[in-house]
């Protein structure tokens, strides 16, 4: 076995459909030999009855189901003691893989063997590249020059944009410190060193703390843009102060747990201070932020695939009275259709030119939804087909 895939689910059904979806293809586009790979679904007692949904869908892959929310670093675990593979990979199930992503990554690893895991490059669901692709460990003078926005005032900066590496290039492969738990692939022979999530961490800094264990072994962690995937982001994260305050607990936990003793006290201060203010913003901007999930508006929209996919979502738009135009310039909503001659590997390479930023939606081949997201302030919208 080459490859074990390990993804924990709650209540995204339709987000994670497109995901195996697209997974199924990139499995079977692993060219190397000894290829085999197998795949876990760990559903983290959804209510949205996603189980009972994919299981007949997706009868190749395993799923396991817990009676609560376990959390995000124990529900892996759980998958990671039944891994056979050589390698792991931790993906999220928001995401949509192109067909030759596995492929990619597996053969970086036959050139690089001093690679402990490897990250790509991943953009949202309206193009944008997404910084957390790579990132740097957060330090006390990184933290706070991402939490006061220094980073976002000089993003190329190797010091004030240490948090995201922002120095690095992001279509060059490099040695990075922290990579996202969206899309982490790591030699099985790694993790049996550094053991697995640590399951303190409920839902978030378990990526990092990960990372920085991985470093620790003498390997190194890549940033490997030789591939693109969507990350929509935060699909099963509801945007509310329970979650805001939990983020900063688990930043809080990685300093203390790899950091405690190692900072003077003007580290401390400035972390402190960073977390402090960037906090405060976050619980000031929540208002503001929206949910469009279940909320769609009845925007104009533009059907992009081959014909008979293309004529197949929009015969079933005009039924739900959704505007459909033929005019791709006209429209305010783009949703792709992968098939058969339409590959995920070239939406995804369409969808990153997206300079003006129109809404985009994705259809897998036979799948039952239309899913987008274009922001990680908003969570995404659902279109069942």
Request: aromatic share 10%; with cysteine; proline share 4%.
């Amino acid at each position: 076995m080459i490859l074990s895939v390990v993804i924990v689910s709650y209540n995204v059904k339709f987000f994670l459909e497109q995901c195996l979806s697209s997974l199924k293809k990139a499995v079977e586009g692993i060219s190397l030999p000894g290829g085999q790979t197998e795949v876990f679904i760990v559903d983290n007692a959804s209510s949205d009855g996603s189980p009972d949904f994919l299981i007949p869908l997706f009868p190749g892959f395993q799923f396991i189901r817990n009676n609560e929310n376990a959390g995000f670093a124990k529900a892996n675990n759980q998958a990671l003691v039944q891994c056979t593979g050589e390698f792991v990979l931790f993906l999220n199930p928001d995401t949509i893989v192109p067909e030759d992503c596995l492929d990619t990554c597996l053969k970086f690893f036959r050139s690089a063997p001093d690679a402990g895991a490897l990250g790509v490059h991943m953009i949202s669901g309206a193009g944008s590249f997404l910084r957390e692709s790579k990132r740097g460990f957060p330090t006390a003078p990184a933290s706070f020059y991402k939490m006061t926005g220094f980073a976002r005032l000089f993003p190329r900066s190797r010091i004030f944009a240490a948090y995201y590496m922002g120095h690095l290039h992001e279509r060059i492969p490099h040695a990075v410190e922290v990579l996202s738990g969206a899309f982490m692939m790591v030699r099985k022979s790694i993790l049996e060193k550094t053991g697995g999530f640590d399951e303190q961490f409920f839902m978030y800094g378990e990526d990092i703390d990960l990372s920085y264990r991985i470093s620790q072994t003498g390997c190194r962690n890549y940033y490997v843009p030789g591939t693109t995937i969507i990350h929509f982001k935060g699909e099963s994260t509801p945007k509310d102060l329970r979650h805001i305050k939990m983020f900063y607990a688990a930043m809080d936990l990685f300093m203390k747990k790899h950091f405690k003793g190692s900072r003077s006290s003007l580290q401390n201060f400035l972390l402190k201070l960073g977390v402090r203010l960037h906090r405060s913003l976050a619980y000031i901007g929540l208002p503001f932020k929206r949910s469009h999930r279940g909320k769609e508006a009845l925007l104009r929209v533009f059907v992009k695939g081959v014909a008979e996919s293309r004529q197949v979502l929009k015969s079933k738009l005009i039924e739900k009275n959704i505007p459909v135009t033929e005019n791709e310039n006209d429209a305010e909503e783009i949703i792709y259709c992968e098939g058969p001659l339409q590959s995920w590997k070239s939406i995804i390479a369409e969808v990153s030119k997206n300079k003006n930023r129109v809404r985009c939606k994705f259809h897998g081949a036979g799948t039952h939804a239309a899913v987008s997201s274009s922001s990680s302030r908003e969570q995404g919208g659902v279109m069942e087909i």
